[in-house]
Structures are given as structure tokens and as C-alpha cells.
């Protein structure tokens, strides 16, 4: 994507504009199965300390899911918080996290939602379509979406669906703890994206390379606050 277009396209000075760009994006999503399992994949997750964000990157080998590389973005916020549209907020963040590892992941796992959004572009459809690589939403909440309780063991999943349509799975990573709310980003469908959580979590709730960018972010901004 052409640098110059993101900044003038996605983070506009003129709010007006959010949805109508939020539109551009989704028109640019492919839901589809996953062509190639990724040989890296990375977890993007983020804290925040005033006006600062930290925005973390850990890429991982896939399947081994080993730790090659991390990588952390600290901006000032340049954008309000406005429900809905957290994306252009966190999002200048999290491409410099991502320009920051030497290696190129295949796949991008984000703590937060994909196409399971209001507008159908949370934050991992956001960066999927503007990075172009496949991405998957693993959010500890819902945030639209009807959907009945999975069974308790690890792998039942139950269908979340918004206006008629599917829009993700309520996913159990492991036997009896909470399920989590998956949805597919870019270039990956339901099904692969379930798969793909599933193997990226093989002892914990959430994903190992979203639990080590969430690790390194809190530790960067307990360093910041001199603690």
C-alpha cells in the first residue's frame, strides 16, 4: 500500500470522513480459506499510558510457535477516541510495529475483532485490508453478534451471527474457560480462522504470539511509568 495514500486516506484530519473510508477498506476484504499455512505468523496487541500508545509485535514461527522477533511502536495518539472507529486510533501503531520486525509475517493475529463489527471492520479487518495480509480477530468479548454457548471442551465452537449472517465463532481454546470471540480479518474464512486459534493456543486461553504481545506492551509502560 502506498504510503502516501495511507496517510491521506485512513487517518483524515477531516472526521467526517471515517465511515466513508471504513467503506473504501471493506470493499478491499476477501474472505476466503487460507491459501498457504504461514510459515510466521504475528500477535499484535497494545496498552495505553496518557496520550501514549505502546503497540507490540511478536512473530513467531509457525507451527512450532518458537519467538523469532519483536518489535514495539510508541506514538503519541493522534486520534480522539470515537466508539466504533478505534481502528484509526490504534492503527498508525500498529504499522510501525509491524515495519519493525526484519521478517515478514503470513498471517496477523490481533487482539480484537475482524469482521465481527458494526460496520464489519474491526481492527484486524482494518489492518488486513490495509496491509494485504490474511489476519484474524481473537477478542475476550463480544462486541456484536448473536450466538448460543459452546460445549465445555477445547474445539467446540458455536456460530456468531449479526443480521442473518455469519460473522465469527465463540470459540473454547480450552476445556471449561471462557470462550473467546473469533472472527476472520482478510484472506481467511471462519473455519481457518478457528483452526488457526486453536493452534496458536494450545495451553492457555488466548493465542501465544497475542499473550507475548500483550506481555511486552505492559512491560514497556511499566517501564515508561519508572515502576
Known sequence: MDPERVKALRWPED??????????????????????????????????????????????SYPELELIEKSVAIRKLAFPYITGYLSFREGPAVLDALDGLSKKPGLLIFDGQGIAHPRGLGLAAFMGALTGLPSIGCAKTRLV????????????????????????????????????????????DIEGSVRMILNCAPKYRLTEPVRAADALSKKIKKELKGE
Not at 459452546?150 to 474457560?177: F, Y
Open 15 to 60: 472526521k467526517g470522513r471515517l465511515k466513508e473510508i471504513q467503506e473504501e477498506l471493506k470493499k478491499e476484504l476477501t474472505i476466503i480459506p487460507l491459501l498457504n499455512p504461514p510459515e510466521l505468523l504475528a500477535g499484535i496487541d497494545a496498552s495505553f499510558l496518557d496520550d501514549t500508545i505502546i503497540c507490540a509485535a511478536c512473530l513467531f
Open 145 to 188: 453478534g448473536e450466538y448460543s454457548e459452546p460445549g465445555e471442551k477445547r474445539g467446540d465452537w458455536s456460530p456468531l451471527t449479526h443480521k442473518g449472517e455469519r460473522i465469527g465463532a465463540v470459540l473454547r481454546t480450552q476445556d471449561r474457560v471462557k470462550p473467546v470471540f473469533v472472527s476472520p480479518g482478510n484472506l481467511i
